[in-house]
């Protein structure tokens, strides 16, 4: 019985330093504000006559590890525009990208936890969505966005984060 508690001990314990400072696999993390940037996309219209033109403002989002988690990369993104009536203008985009979220298992010189983050501009707007918004501007002044995030962690495990992005159509102050 010993023997058995013995090395049941000695597998429980080269299980645990086998992960190193690794604690969390598959990867954790989750969304943060960004300091410049609120998760809301805008499109503002500048009109002369019936000409117009139009700045964007993507919104960025950033992404913070929990501690003692792996990194992770996400390589593709989709993005739905919504509502149902939207999306049969609007299709479905697919993007390649690189969005990367280190690992937060370091400690600075004072022993403090450095965090590891992603930050990234999402692309919702696109030229086809701000021309579809300066049509809309009385009828629909917002429109929504769902982002679809995939990629693996450093362990090889996928990932996958979906959320929300408002997208406002303003029509800009005339000077």
């Not at 033109?53 to 525009?81: A, Q, R």
């Not at 690992?103 to 936890?113: E, K, M, Q, V, Y």
Request: aromatic letters at 10%; charged letters at 15%.
């Amino acid at each position: 019985m010993k023997i058995k508690n013995f090395l049941l001990t000695c597998v429980l314990l080269g299980f645990t330093a086998a992960c190193g400072y690794y604690t969390n696999v598959p990867s954790q993390y989750h969304i943060v504000q960004a300091a410049d940037s609120p998760l809301t996309a805008e499109v503002a219209y500048a009109f002369n006559g019936a000409a117009y033109s139009y700045t964007v403002k993507n919104p960025k989002l950033m992404l913070e590890g929990e501690p003692g988690s792996i990194g992770l990369t996400f390589d593709k993104m989709t993005i739905e525009y919504l509502p149902e009536s939207v999306a049969q203008r609007l299709p479905p985009v697919t993007i390649l990208t690189t969005f990367r979220l280190g690992t937060s298992h370091f400690r600075d010189a004072s022993g403090n936890l450095i965090k590891g983050t992603g930050l990234g501009e999402i692309p919702v707007i696109s030229s086809k969505v701000a021309t579809f918004g300066s049509s809309q501007l009385d009828t629909l002044p917002q429109i929504s966005s769902r982002i679809t995030l995939e990629g693996l962690d450093d362990a090889g495990f996928p990932a996958m984060l979906t959320f929300g992005i408002p997208i406002n159509f303003v029509k800009a102050e005339s000077k």
